[in-house]
């Protein structure tokens, strides 16, 4: 289907940016595929991501990146760019301020479309996912003590289900621990990252896949 098209399923099914709060109720969880694992109570940390959706010539495709080999944490991970909110910030305002400083994408090429579902982390966060549209792929510029790569995956690839599987990994004296991974190229999106894209396959799309979508190529 068109750009058109996808930008308007975009608009229909996200939640409104305007109506976002910071107390929002997480609606996924790396708990999802682990709900045997314990999950502290806790005050969760807000944070939010933004997901740069780009009409490409060739089809949408989405901005990603590859965090830097020199991180403490998550060192090289694919990831989307973003971090916690600081105080008195939106998650939108949030988003659009991680992805300038990680990579230097001018928030005035982005045009919010919408939020997807807040994202609990096993580590404490609550990710919102801000989804924004581009008209054409951005100058970009990574920031490297933060980002090693920027790079753009199909959004019709990230979209169907048949790209994602459940892996696993054990940790000495815990329990098996499961999550959404997608492979692309050369390229392993695993974790929270996958974990946001499955669940935004889903809201847009439904729960189940469908032999309607992987033939409109999730458009």
């Not at 502290?40 to 010539?57: K, N």
């Not at 949408?60 to 020199?70: E, G, K, P, W, Y």
């Not at 919010?112 to 919102?128: I, K, N």
């Amino acid at each position: 289907m068109s750009l058109a098209t996808l930008r308007e399923r975009l608009i229909e099914q996200l939640e409104p940016a305007g109506s976002w709060t910071a107390d929002r109720a997480p609606a996924r969880s790396d708990f999802d595929l682990n709900p045997d694992a314990e999950r502290p109570v806790r005050t969760l940390r807000p944070a939010a991501v933004l997901i740069p959706v780009i009409a490409g010539p060739e089809g949408a495709v989405v901005l990603m990146t590859r965090r830097s080999d020199s991180l403490a944490s998550h060192t090289g991970q694919i990831a989307f760019a973003g971090g916690r909110l600081d105080p008195g910030e939106t998650a939108v305002e949030a988003a659009l301020r991680e992805a300038f400083e990680e990579v230097a994408l001018d928030p005035a090429l982005v045009e919010v479309l919408g939020v997807g579902d807040a994202y609990e982390t096993g580590t404490g966060f609550l990710v919102t996912p801000v989804i924004g549209w581009l008209t054409a792929t951005p100058a970009t510029t990574p920031s490297l003590d933060e980002v090693a790569e920027v790079f753009e995956v199909p959004w019709d690839y990230l979209m169907d289900p048949a790209n994602h599987r459940r892996d696993s990994y054990d940790r000495e004296g815990q329990p098996r621990r499961w999550y959404w991974a997608i492979t692309h190229e050369e390229r392993y999106i695993w974790g929270v990252t996958a974990g946001i894209v499955r669940a935004l396959r889903t809201r847009l799309y439904g729960e189940d896949a469908s032999a309607d979508v992987v033939a409109e190529d999730a458009a």
